[in-house]
């Protein structure tokens, strides 16, 4: 009767009729209890769970982390290399390397980079070109490690070329040129690296002289 008393007064399980209380393990029912008591909100554990979350809180016991993974930013250099005077065009190399700076090697990536139509070289000549796709206003290159021999980066090291394209600016162009040559790197499952770099910044000072242009 006193226990009966004090698990009504005190908020305790309320048996059914009819339970059998010697067969029910006193140490697993307070584990249990217990539980519940020192968790604060809902909880839901799930297996193999997948779509939308339906509490605030969710254990998925198979989750699995993320892998280290190469992260790589490209290092570029770009320097004029040539000029028409008669059409007042010069032309400009962008060379581009892959520095990884990832705790992990690097075997495989995907380069892109866009050049603005003002700015490119108007012919299709580059075998990186992408002849067909749908960004505009851009010509589009893309390099893959396949056209590489032998293509491994150490983390920490800086790769050799990996794609060399040109550009070109007419004389007319250097006192306003705004536009930028986006690069784009893929390695493994990580988000790309994206990198725009402005045409202005790469200008040639002998030419910037010539044109009474400030640097």
């Known amino acids: 009767m006193k226990w ?10 309320q048996w059914p009729d009819g ?23 809902s909880v839901i554990t799930t297996h193999n769970q997948s779509g939308g979350q339906n509490a ?7 989750q699995e982390s993320r892998a280290p993974q190469p992260i790589l930013v490209p290092e570029i ?3 004029m290399t040539g000029a028409d005077n008669v ?10 390397r892959l520095r990884n700076d990832g705790e992990v090697t690097a075997r495989e990536f995907r380069l892109e980079v866009e050049v603005p139509l003002a700015y490119a070289n108007p012919t299709n000549s580059s075998v990186a070109i992408v002849q067909h796709h749908t960004r505009a206003e851009v010509k589009l290159y893309r390099r893959t490690q396949d056209k590489l021999r032998d293509f491994i980066l150490y983390p920490g090291e800086t790769s050799d070329n990996v794609l060399l394209l040109d550009f070109q600016l007419d004389h007319g162009q250097y006192a306003d040129v705004e536009a930028t040559i986006k690069v784009i790197v893929y390695s493994g499952d990580t988000n ?10 790469f200008r040639n000072r002998d030419r910037l002289n010539q044109l009474r242009l400030s640097h």
Do not use: A, W
């Open 192 to 201: 790309p690296t994206v990198v725009e770099f402005p045409i202005r910044d």
């Open 4 to 13: 009966e008393h004090e698990r009504k007064l005190f908020g305790g399980p």
């Open 56 to 62: 605030h809180v969710i254990i998925n016991t198979n």
């Open 77 to 79: 250099e770009i320097l």
């Open 87 to 96: 059409g007042k065009i010069d032309f400009y190399d962008f060379r581009i």
């Open 19 to 41: 339970v059998d209380y010697g067969r029910v393990r006193q140490d697993l029912m307070n584990s249990f209890i217990q539980h519940f008591g020192d968790v604060s909100g």
